[in-house]
């Protein structure tokens, strides 16, 4: 098993990673991230980016991910304030919703596989005091989107269809895919 590099400084992907049992070193990559254009684009390119923005151990294998909500197709990103969060609980209110994820992992050698992720979200149409309380509660700040289902926020959701662990920040399925060495028995 090669040494596993995490180019993420997301506290749910390496949560994610952790419960796969997996060892890892975290490295956050300084990359600035595109957030206009074609979402499929936007979210894959990020991910190589921060792939390719690290120091790379010898013989290390480097897991990059970058997930969008997407809304009528527009890429969201982060809400900047809590205006800007509550602005998009109205428009996700009672709406469907495209997350996104570009994953990237370059093995030993420093090859690129790469993939993309897509999980269907709706949205239960959220009463105006709930919105209220959810950007009160803060769980907004720095998701994409500007929430997060694997706490407060899943109490927005109606229906998902597709991957749970691409809505939290982390597609298991297609990293398993691309990193089938990463599950082998040890």
């Known amino acids: 098993m090669p040494a596993v590099v995490l180019a993420s400084g997301s506290p749910q ?15 956050v990559p300084g990359v600035e ?17 921060k792939a390719r ?14 997930t969008d909500v997407v809304l009528d197709g527009e890429v969201l990103g982060k809400p900047t304030d809590a205006a800007d969060a509550r602005r998009y609980l109205d428009r996700m209110s009672g709406r469907g919703h495209t997350v ?28 105006e005091a709930e919105k209220q309380r959810y950007v009160d509660f803060g769980e907004w700040e ?23 662990s691409n809505v939290v920040g982390l597609p298991v399925g297609l990293l398993a895919q691309l990193a089938p060495v990463l599950f082998e028995r040890r």
């Open 33 to 49: 991230e595109l957030d206009s254009g074609d979402p499929e684009f936007l979210v894959i390119e990020n991910a190589r980016r």
């Open 53 to 66: 923005a690290i120091d790379r151990p010898p013989g290390a294998l480097v897991i990059a991910c970058d």
């Open 13 to 27: 992907r390496r949560e994610i990673l952790a419960k796969l049992g997996l060892e890892f070193e975290v490295l």
């Open 100 to 127: 996104m994820s570009g994953l990237v992992v370059l093995d030993e050698d420093g090859e690129e596989r790469s993939g993309l992720e897509r999980s269907e979200v709706v949205f239960k149409k959220i009463p």
């Open 142 to 164: 720095g998701r994409s989107g500007g929430y997060a289902i694997q706490t407060l926020g899943s109490t927005l959701v109606e229906r998902l269809e597709g991957s749970v």
